[in-house]
Nanobody, 120 residues
Framework: QVQLVESGGGLVQAGGSLRLSCAASGSIFTFNRMGWYRQAPGKQRLLVAVITSGGSTNYVDSVKGRFTISRDNAKNTVYLQMNSLKPEDTAVYYC??????????????WGQGTQVTVSS
């Protein structure tokens, strides 16, 4: 059993910052990659940022230079530091992990989502 628990969402004014956290727990052998997605009302869930097991990162163009994804391997936690927030960043943010369990099963896991609202 694997769980991803997000925290850190909230309401912030445009130009402000938030830091999202996602803690993974359970029978985890190794992570392949972890990432953050977001879904605005009436829109598809889209990738925001991803970090691989090797530490490589990738971002959607709209957040480059403003968002930073990082991880703490000892805590099985991934973070998303969001600066210079814009109203168009408003969405539910979901943590995602592609990982291998202690039983050798590779799976795709999601957190419950955390709301980020940026007011203008």
């Amino acid at each position: 059993q694997v769980q991803l628990v997000e925290s850190g969402g909230g309401l912030v004014q445009a130009g402000g910052s938030l830091r999202l956290s996602c803690a993974a727990s359970g029978s985890i052998f190794t992570f392949n990659r972890m990432g953050w997605y977001r879904q605005a009302p009436g829109k598809q869930r889209l990738l925001v940022a991803v970090i691989t097991s090797g530490g490589s990162t990738n971002y959607v163009d709209s957040v480059k230079g403003r968002f930073t994804i990082s991880r703490d391997n000892a805590k099985n936690t991934v973070y998303l530091q969001m600066n210079s927030l814009k109203p168009e960043d408003t969405a539910v943010y979901y943590c995602n992990a592609v990982l291998t369990t202690n039983w050798g099963q590779r799976g795709d896991y999601w957190g419950q989502g955390t709301q980020v609202t940026v007011s203008s």
